[in-house]
């Protein structure tokens, strides 16, 4: 609606941290996503003083209404809440978005019957059309060890969450 451009137009930074967090795309950020977007930020754009430490309850703050996630409007509250976001450029935020982009495209890749997670087969499948692509040296050898590491909760599938993890570490 209107309320959205003109948030859109008073912080294009909210909007952008907020379409970074919201991985996939349902308009709301789970608790899980927000950790995981945190957990990024404060990997790779804030330093060790600027750090966001109690991720739990800063969700809980801006979570107002109980339900558990967060949306565009309960998130605005978070440059209130914590003044450490306002390091972070808008330009890293495009760049995270465009990883971000990225990320869900390979995600979408893999995922090949389209129900949300990667099996194993998919991930084997998806690593050798990926390793057709890559030059010999870059090539990714053991792809059962590669999917047990990110398969963080052991359930034989990768989630969007797990995935995201990847790139972190990268």
Known sequence: GGDWKILQEK???LVELFEFM????????GPEEFQAGIDILNAKHLPENQKIKEVDKL???LDADGSGTVDIEEFSKILNKTSNLASIETEQLEVLQETHAMLLAAFEFLDADGNG???RNEFREGVKLLN??????SQIKNSDALFSMVDLDDSGEIDIQ????IFQAL
């Open 117 to 119: 997670v990667v099996d």
């Open 59 to 61: 969700f809980q703050e």
């Open 11 to 13: 912080n294009e930074k």
């Open 132 to 137: 057709k692509r890559l030059p010999k040296g």
């Open 22 to 29: 919201d991985n996939d795309g349902s308009g709301d950020i």
């Open 162 to 165: 797990e995935f995201s993890r």
